[in-house]
Structure formats: structure tokens, C-alpha cells
């Protein structure tokens, strides 16, 4: 790098007449008051070395390589505060010659083998060398390295190691976890360690300048790919790196308006599933026999069209249903809707939204007038309080998770109201731990408080909603001490937290699936919007009510029409002009009627109306509620197609299985849970032998009559976008690395950051007044403990991704138990146990957690080898049929066969 064209003042170094003002390279410039110099070097566009210096990073000043020269002295300039009257050369021969000589002294030390070192094409130890004059130096140390491995995702080697400190700054200050220790900060330990907090996200790794830490993968790579991370809703940009027409591995980038330079475990090591020697690589047809056989495509295609028009001409198109998947894109799922209702003539449509976020959607849509959050993560940004409700957030949403521990770190209140002791309980100011399915009773009494102390916003209210005296009327009879009893919350951390909600206009409310999977799911959601509207905190920076959608195109999935009584951009099937625009762009009438929900379809399978279901990306035989039922409604079926990467267990049940490509061998968009539309490119040739989705869509259309002229997924996008409102304005070449947020009604908006702040769709927003109740499934002497079902960090939803991902950790289930419980039952850590509701019963290890409170149990749903959701069923959602996942009364009785 050369220096020949710095600005110098012509008359030389003077020092400067003017306060907050001082000399640079000859010239006379303005600093901020607590500017450092080398911000203010860097503001003015001048380059200088550094090595342990980051801006996101508070600043030790370790490696004492961004010399300059002050006043005739040789200073560090990210830890020297600008002063006035300051003489200050970057770049004289001074400074030059000081930043040379400590660069050489780090050099020294350094050992290593760069040939063989993963980090040598992006060290920043050799282009630092680089940077001050040196020639590049190649080291060649044959010693062997003190080289570790980590969970067989990150490798340490001490003996590269410059001593920077970034690894414990960005674990301690970004991903706010402080979980790594090194032996020049702390003199306990004598290598780079991590502690058993640690959640294995590689971010000490993407920081690292050299190779002391790196992941696992990493290495040289040909190509890098812009994509999309294909895990939970939150949407994080990915680039795929790519060598022999493989992911070698993944990394992200500092501009990502969502990540920002941040990706958790799955995302940046939950890749190797692409790979998978376990993917399904050629159509099977189940034979007279019952064993599946390989086909070609043309036979699979032919078959599926065959048997699905003789059950549309044998019982009508009423007998046909399919389930949409929220894994997959938008274009292909609207390719799927498009051929169920224009090619087979029926609306018995639906995705798994319905299992999570229709309740949510359900009240978005009706209180407000949108089906989506109103918010974007950047809201975080402004937000003084934060409610989280039902929302493990640091482990089903990692980063989403951050930015409320950033909120939090940035003065931010934080209130958690969740039956556990969640990670971010750790962050917060106060942890209201409900007995589940109490959250209405506890909302309702915030409301109390609100209108006992006339914290509500009057002028809001009367402007901009309707039935806030009927909401009024039922608060009334609300009393703070029945709550207390009802929820195990005490009467003064209910009004505390209320206070602390209402006293802000900046008060932002974050809801999970610990709200929406219960049987008055809705109705949770109603309350908490009615407390959004009450305060005013909607349509302003900082506020409104944030749904954290569960898979990565939930979201998506739903607004392209997978949904029984919408069409794409949800629009209603009832309304005849919708449909008669949508059937003139198909070449094909769109029916009417209301279909049924998936949950309603697998009852009527049972009941023989539905003879059969086109099943993709999706496994209800693990997911759905009442396994048992669901798995009888499958074998009740004439014919079941499924379409997905891998053999699942719906997949035993299929008279036809597709294979499919994943999503590094596709292009097309997912949704996140701010509404953003996000671009993945294709980055590998698909597997031989699978297609995309969209394409076997595509090729089924034409066998159905329904013209299909689509070359590429842009172009289905296209289309999708002619027919509706809120994505009239978005295309794949709009897109860019940022994405577009809807509502985006033409080409020139930039799309929606935050809902209603002109205004509601329908005028006025509606308060929804709800009453608490106490759900069907109660506690009895046969089923003592209340069984809570969720996500935890290393695994996603069915696990069909981690599971065949090389590096997963948590390979077992779990049941987790209040030790104070298991003392009463005399079960020890560890004990196989036997899991009973009245639905069901499994096998499955005890573990103690201090953070399950007594009287209540948590297992997730991802393992195959403990179908948790056997245990699950009863009374589903008054409004959209989802199902209690999160109340579910059991007992445990010691297994004597495996104890």
C-alpha cells in the first residue's frame, strides 16, 4: 500500500485556531468531542494498520500496531482521544518505521505452517505484514501445533495465536454469552477454552485474523454463492462456499441487515445434510407387494397424475387434499397451490403454519387488518421495553435472539414471561415463570393495572380503534389476586411489569409458539394485541407486536395461497373477482368453496372423505399432534404422493415418493418473520436424479392441463406478483442482498419497514376482548405434571436437516425435570423413564434442570426415536384448529425394563 497522495497542508504542520479542532497530515480538521484518532483517521478516509481493533469491539489496545505520531511521539491511535491542538502524521516516517518494527516482533512469535493452514488465503496476520512493508512472509514450522478440536466444529492452535483478543471481545460483547477464556486474559487456563455455556456458533472462528481458531471446513473455496439460511424464520444471508461442487463451508458478511455479520450453530455449520448420502436420488413406487421400488420420473409423474384424476373422477375433487411446506420456497409453493386448485379443482390446502403461527396470522389479520408482524428486528433498535412471551428466543430464533440481548445491553428493559428458566431469562430484569397456558390471565391483568392507573394512551385509542369499551367491561372484573393464584406470578411483579410496559411509548412486544400452540391460542394472541393497541405502542419505531414464525418460510408459505380459504397474497377464495383473476391468468376456474385444514383433513381421511393427500416437505406422521391419529389417517389413505430430501415417517406410508433438490441446488425466496423477501441463489447442479420442487410442479401442471410457461423461478415469481397487492413491486432483480420488506405495491417502493403508521387497512384497529378460561386437558391425580414441547438450539423442527448433518451435538433426547421432582419420584439424572398422557406414552432419559419449574416437564419434538407427539392431542385452537403442543398433562412412571 502506498502513501504518496495524503492531503498535506501547504504551509505545513500548524496547529490548529479553532476548538474540537487539530492538525492531520497538515491539514486543519474537526474531531468529535471522544473521537479516537484513528476514527477520525478513518473518517477521513485514511488507512491505518490494525490487528486487534474492531468497531463493533471495545478497544484493549493489545497489539500496538496502529502507531502514529503525536506531537513528535509515537502514540496508539485507537486507544488516543483527539484533543485540540494535536499534531498528528499518520504516515511519517516515524509512524512508518514504529508500526514496522511491532509487526515484526508479532511475527516472531508466530508458528505455524501457512501451506497447510486453513486461514492462509484470508490471514490477516500476512496481509497485515503486507500493509506496513514487509514482504509476505510463508511460514514453514514443521513442529506440531497444540491443535484441538472442538465438537468437530471448531479447531484451536495456541501457536497461532497473536493475542488479539477479538475471540473473548466478540463472545462476551456481540453474541453477549462469555464463554471463552484465553490463557492471556485469564491466567486459570493455559489454552484458548470454552466453557460449557458456549452454543457453538464459530463466531471466535469468523473473527479470528489467523489460524489459531477455525471451523472445522473451512479452507480454499472456488465460488461463493449469496444465499439464504434454510433454518428458523429469522432469514440470516449466507454465502455458500463452494470447491468440487460441494458446500465447503458457510460464512456471512457484517452488511446483512438481519444477521449483521452473525449466524448461529445451524446456520453456519448445519450444511453437510446437502450432501447427505442418506438423500432419497430416484423416484419409488410402492408395489403390489408393499416394498418400494425405484422408478423413472416419467413412470413417478405418470402414476401420480393416473391415480389422482381416477380419485377426482371417482369422488370429486372434495376428496383430494395437499399440504404445502414451509421449507420450501415461495415459487414453489405457489407452483403447488396453482396445481391443486386450477389442475385437481380443490382448495383442501394447507402448510404447517398451521400447526404454529395460524393463530398469530389469525389475529393479525382481524385485529389489524395485516397477517404478519408489525415490526422488523431493526425496531429493536429503539425499542425501552420488551416483552417476550412464549418465546425461547436465544435457541429458536439464535439470532433474532441477539438483537434483544443488544437492546437489552443498550438500556433496554427486559421482561420474560415463560413456565422456564430460558436463556434470556439470564439478560432480563424480570422472568414472570407462568404455569403454562395461563398467559391470557396474566395479560388480562396487565390490562387491569393499565386501566386501574389510566396508563392507557386516550387519545390513541379514540382515534384509531373500536371496542375498547367492551374490552373495558370484562377487565373490570379482573382481580389482581385471582391472576396471582391463577398464574403463579405475584401481584406485585404483575403490576411492575405492567408499569414498565405501559410507562414507555417505545414498548415492543415479542410472541412465540409458547403463545400461538395451545387451545386458546387465538385468544393469547388477541390479549396481547389488545395491550399493544391500549398503549399506543403499534406503528411507531420501537413498538408493536413481533410474531417469531418458526420455520424459514412459514411466513411465506402462507401468503402464497397454501392456506384453505386463501389464494396468493390472501386473498379470498369466497370473493368471486379474485378468482376470476386468478383463473384468467391459469386457463383454469378456481373453486369456491372453503377447503379444509390439514388438521381437519387427517379427520376426514380417517372418516374416508379424503382418499388422498399430496404430502411435501413436510412429515406429519412426527409433527402433527396425536401421532397415533395422524398415522391412522395415512394408512387410511387410497393414495399418498410425498415429496421431500429424505425417508421420513410420513414418507413410510407414500404410494409415491419424489425426490427433491435442497436448497444450495435451487434458486427463489423465502419470507422472514419481518415480512422481508429474501433472494437464494442456486449454487450446485442438483443431485443426479432430483428435481426441484417447483419444476416437478411445473411438469405435473402440463399433465393437468394447466399451461405452465415458467423457465426459472423469477419468472413464477412474476406471475405471483401480477395477481396480488403486496408484492406487485417485488422481482428477483429488485431483491439484492438486503431484500424487500411487504407490503411493496409497486416498483419504485422500497417496501414496508413498520405496519400502521399512516393508519389501519380497515380504519380502525379492533380490541378483541378475550376471557380467560382453563384448557380441557387438565391436571389430574393420573396426570400430575403439565409437559411443555419445544425446540432446543442444535436441532430444527423434525430434524430431517440436523439429523443428517455431520456435526450435529445433542444426538439424544431428553426430558428435563425439576430436581426437586425427581427427588419426590426417587428418579435420578439420566434414568430412562416412562412418559404417559392419556393419548399416548414413550421412552425417554431423565435429565434435571434447575430451570423447569416444579410441577412441569419440557422435551422437544425433533428425535425420531422419541415421537413426543404421541403424547399430544385433545381440544385444538377454538379459531384455527392448531394444536396444544404447550399443555399437555402427563405422568412418569419408572421403566423397569431400562432404568
Known amino acids: 500500500m502506498t502513501f504518496m497522495n495524503i492531503p498535506r497542508s501547504p504551509t505545513g504542520a500548524q496547529g490548529p485556531k479553532h476548538k474540537h479542532t487539530l492538525t492531520l497530515n497538515g491539514l486543519e480538521v474537526k474531531y468529535m468531542p471522544g473521537e479516537t484518532l484513528l476514527q477520525l483517521a478513518k473518517r477521513h478516509h485514511l488507512s491505518i494498520p490494525t490487528l486487534c481493533y474492531d468497531p463493533r469491539l471495545t ?25 485540540d491542538g494535536m499534531v498528528v502524521e499518520t504516515h511519517s516516517a516515524k509512524s512508518l518505521n514504529a508500526r514496522k518494527k511491532r509487526v515484526l516482533g508479532i511475527l516472531k512469535t508466530h508458528k505455524g505452517d501457512c501451506k497447510s493452514c486453513a486461514q492462509y488465503n484470508t490471514c490477516g496476520l500476512l496481509a497485515l505484514a503486507e500493509e506496513v512493508g514487509l514482504e509476505k512472509p510463508v511460514f514453514t514450522n514443521t513442529e506440531v501445533g497444540r491443535e484441538t478440536v472442538i465438537e468437530n466444529k471448531i479447531k484451536i492452535d495456541l501457536d497461532k495465536c497473536v493475542s488479539c483478543g477479538k475471540c473473548v471481545r466478540v463472545c462476551a460483547e456481540i453474541r453477549r454469552v462469555g464463554a471463552l477464556k484465553h490463557p492471556s486474559l485469564c491466567p486459570d487456563v493455559d489454552n484458548i477454552t470454552f466453557l460449557r455455556n458456549c452454543e457453538m456458533c464459530g463466531q471466535c472462528a469468523a473473527i479470528c485474523p489467523t489460524g489459531a481458531i477455525v471451523e472445522i471446513y473451512k479452507g480454499v473455496f472456488e465460488k461463493r454463492i449469496r444465499s439464504v439460511c434454510t433454518y428458523c424464520a429469522t432469514g440470516c444471508s449466507i454465502y455458500l462456499e463452494v470447491k468440487d461442487e460441494k458446500i465447503a463451508f458457510v460464512t456471512t458478511d457484517d452488511l446483512d441487515p438481519v444477521g449483521k455479520g452473525n449466524l448461529c450453530v445451524k446456520g453456519r455449520f448445519g450444511f453437510t445434510f446437502v450432501n447427505s448420502e442418506n438423500r432419497l436420488k430416484k423416484p419409488l413406487i410402492r408395489n403390489k407387494d408393499g416394498v418400494l421400488e425405484e422408478a423413472s420420473w416419467q413412470e413417478a409423474l405418470s ?26 420456497t415461495n415459487e414453489d409453493n405457489y407452483m403447488f397451490q396453482r396445481l391443486m386448485r386450477a389442475g385437481l379443482g380443490t382448495n383442501n390446502l394447507d402448510n404447517c ?16 387488518g395485516i397477517s404478519a408482524s408489525t415490526s422488523s428486528l431493526k425496531d429493536l433498535a429503539y425499542t425501552e421495553v420488551i416483552l417476550v412471551v412464549g418465546s425461547n428466543t436465544t435457541e429458536a430464533h439464535p439470532i433474532a435472539g441477539l438483537h434483544v440481548k443488544w437492546a437489552h445491553a443498550r438500556g433496554a428493559r427486559l421482561i420474560v414471561v415463560d413456565p422456564r428458566e430460558i436463556p434470556l431469562v439470564n439478560e432480563a430484569e424480570m422472568h414472570l415463570q407462568i404455569m403454562p ?55 406485585e411483579q404483575i403490576v411492575k411489569a405492567a408499569r414498565y410496559y405501559a410507562s414507555s411509548k417505545r414498548s415492543m412486544i415479542i410472541s412465540g409458539l409458547g403463545v400461538d400452540e395451545h387451545e386458546y391460542g387465538t385468544e393469547g394472541m388477541f390479549a396481547l394485541i389488545n395491550l399493544a393497541l391500549s398503549t399506543g405502542n403499534i406503528g411507531k419505531p420501537g413498538t408493536g407486536v413481533f410474531c417469531l414464525r418458526g420455520q424459514n418460510n412459514v411466513q411465506g408459505s402462507s401468503d402464497m395461497g397454501c392456506l384453505p380459504h386463501l389464494l396468493p397474497g390472501t386473498q379470498s377464495v369466497t370473493d368471486r373477482a379474485v378468482r376470476d383473476k386468478f383463473a384468467a391468468k391459469w386457463g383454469k376456474p378456481v373453486p369456491e368453496w372453503v377447503g379444509l385444514k390439514s388438521t381437519q383433513m387427517m379427520d ?90 417447483w419444476q416437478i410442479f411445473s411438469e405435473l401442471s402440463e399433465k393437468f392441463a394447466v399451461p405452465s410457461p415458467f423457465n426459472s423461478p423469477a419468472d413464477i415469481y412474476d406471475e405471483m406478483a401480477l395477481l396480488t397487492y403486496y408484492f406487485k413491486g417485488i422481482s428477483h432483480k429488485r431483491l439484492g442482498s438486503a431484500g424487500i420488506q411487504w407490503p411493496c405495491p409497486d416498483a419504485k417502493h422500497p417496501g414496508t419497514e413498520r405496519l400502521y403508521v399512516d ?38 423442527n423434525n430434524s430431517a436437516q440436523t439429523k443428517h448433518t455431520e456435526t450435529t451435538l445433542e444426538k439424544e433426547n431428553f426430558l428435563d425435570i425439576n430436581p426437586q421432582d425427581a427427588k419426590k419420584l426417587a428418579l435420578t439424572d439420566g434414568q430412562t423413564v416412562r412418559l404417559i398422557s392419556k393419548f399416548g406414552q414413550l421412552d425417554i432419559k431423565l435429565r434435571e434442570h434447575e430451570g423447569i419449574m416444579e410441577g412441569t416437564l419440557f422435551t422437544s419434538f425433533h428425535y425420531t426415536e422419541s415421537l413426543v407427539n404421541v403424547l399430544t392431542g385433545g381440544a385444538r385452537d377454538t379459531y384455527t384448529d392448531t394444536y396444544n403442543y404447550k399443555a399437555i398433562p402427563v405422568r412418569i412412571e419408572k421403566n423397569n425394563d431400562n432404568s
Not at 478497544?59 to 502514540?75: A, F, N, S, T
Not at 391472576?483 to 403463579?488: A, E, K
Not at 413410510?652 to 419424489?658: C, D, T
Open 59 to 83: 478497544v484493549p489496545g493489545h497489539c500496538k500496531v496502529c502507531l502514529v505520531e503525536v506531537d513528535g511521539k509515537i502514540k496508539a491511535s485507537c486507544m488516543t482521544k483527539a484533543e
Open 303 to 328: 402414476l401420480v397424475y393416473t391415480k389422482l384424476t381416477d380419485i377426482k373422477n371417482q369422488y370429486g375433487s372434495h376428496a383430494i387434499g395437499g399440504i404445502g411446506s414451509a421449507r420450501a
Open 353 to 368: 403454519a398451521r400447526l404454529c403461527h395460524t393463530p398469530a396470522a389469525y389475529a393479525l389479520q382481524n385485529a389489524l
Open 437 to 491: 397456558s395461563t398467559n391470557i390471565a396474566l395479560i388480562n391483568g396487565f390490562l387491569k393495572v393499565i386501566v386501574d392507573e389510566e396508563l392507557y394512551d386516550k387519545d390513541f385509542i379514540e382515534k384509531n380503534t373500536e371496542g375498547w369499551d367492551k374490552l373495558n367491561s370484562i377487565i373490570k372484573n379482573v382481580y389482581l389476586e385471582e391472576v396471582s393464584d391463577i398464574t403463579n406470578v405475584p401481584v
Open 604 to 693: 376426514a381421511a380417517i372418516a374416508g372423505d379424503i382418499k388422498a393427500l399430496y404430502i411435501w416437505g413436510e412429515d406429519p406422521a412426527q409433527t402433527h399432534g396425536n401421532t397415533t391419529n395422524i398415522r391412522n389417517a395415512l394408512s387410511s389413505l387410497e393414495f399418498l404422493v410425498y415429496q421431500d430430501m429424505f425417508m421420513s415417517e410420513t414418507a413410510k406410508f407414500a404410494h409415491v415418493i419424489l425426490p427433491v433438490a435442497s436448497f444450495v441446488e435451487k434458486s427463489g425466496t423465502y419470507t422472514n418473520t419481518e415480512r422481508r423477501v429474501r433472494l437464494l441463489n442456486q449454487a450446485l447442479s442438483p443431485l443426479n436424479g432430483v428435481k426441484a420442487d
Open 759 to 796: 393508519g389501519f387497512p380497515k380504519g380502525k384497529a379492533k380490541f378483541y376482548p378475550v376471557y380467560y378460561r382453563e384448557q380441557t386437558e387438565k391436571l389430574s391425580e393420573d396426570y400430575p405434571f403439565m409437559l411443555v414441547t419445544g425446540r432446543r438450539l442444535y436441532h430444527f
